[in-house]
């Protein structure tokens, strides 16, 4: 299980390519509960990758109930240090339309009920977050999205709201005002789990409708969001076999994402308790 190199997010049919060879399918449990659905392994010019629903394999788990901590962590005892995450969004502005993809440089924090730190339970770390995504895997999604016909935006603000209702007028209006680029339910979550747990992550955001700021469009409906989810699926598809055939894993290994806890951990390691060290273990070890 240590050679898979890349976790995939996405949707509960997202790994049917032809082009990946699927070799397993491993249901895992953690000290954090049970990751969303089984990680189905797939190989594609000798690498492995492991896809993982996040909504359930039956898309049973709203936003707030997706057990972010267990789906982080079981990619880190698969061995995976790089997550490339897959999510349908709304425009907060014109520019970024239906069918749209955006390359996700920054996040803004509109949750309420996510427990999304590991660091608790006699053990505090602050990692930097200031720049939330991974540089390095942000630039090789970029790069390899040059060889697609997709319409691809290279930088944007992803708001992360609760859920699982979409937002009011006036929220939208806000968001939009203040120039944010999309909204979404999940990422913002993902992104601070991957760091603490010194995993390479990137979004790429597919846009589905107009979010109601956005007067005189058709209102959000989940009719429309699966119209255009079915389009960008298949586009994401597309992108994602061009990022496996230019990603560089040399590239990673001077990325600070893969020690970000180098400096973040403030609790003496040999006075936490041993069941929250054994419960960590996969994230602490290099450190114990």
Not at 54 to 74: D, L, V
Request: charged content about 20%; glycine content about 6%; hydrophobic content about 35%.
């Amino acid at each position: 299980m240590e050679n898979i190199k890349i976790g995939i997010l996405g949707g509960s049919g997202f790994y049917k390519l032809e082009n990946i060879k699927i070799i397993d399918q491993i249901e895992l449990d953690t000290a954090f509960g049970k990751p969303s659905a089984p990680y189905f392994i797939g190989e594609y010019n000798n690498i492995k990758l492991a896809f993982l629903a996040r909504h359930g394999s039956k898309h049973q788990y709203s936003p707030t109930e997706i057990n972010y901590k267990a789906n982080i962590y079981g990619f880190k005892k698969l061995g995976v240090d790089i997550i490339i995450s897959f999510s349908a969004v709304g425009s907060l502005q014109e520019q970024y339309k239906p069918g749209d993809f955006v390359i996700i440089d920054q996040f803004f924090d509109r949750t309420k009920h996510r427990d999304d730190t590991f660091f608790k339970n006699g053990i505090v770390a602050h990692v930097q977050f200031g720049d939330p995504v991974c540089p390095i895997l942000r630039n090789t999604i970029l790069q390899s999205s040059k060889h697609t016909n997709i319409t691809i935006h290279d930088k944007g603000t992803y708001v992360c709201m609760e859920g699982p209702a979409f937002s009011t007028r006036a929220e939208s209006l806000f968001y939009q005002s203040n120039n944010f680029s999309v909204i979404g339910m999940t990422n913002l979550t993902e992104a601070k789990l991957a760091r603490e747990a010194e995993i390479h992550y990137a979004t790429v955001a597919m846009v589905t409708d107009y979010d109601c700021w956005h007067i005189g469009e058709e209102e959000v409906s989940v009719d429309l969001v699966v119209k255009t989810l079915q389009t960008n699926t298949k586009n994401a598809q597309k992108l994602l076999i061009n990022i496996l055939d230019n990603i560089n894993f040399e590239n990673f290994k001077n990325c600070k994402c893969g020690n970000s806890l180098q400096n973040a951990i403030i609790s003496n390691l040999k006075e936490i308790p041993e069941d929250t060290k054994n419960n960590l273990y996969e994230i602490l070890k290099k450190y114990l």
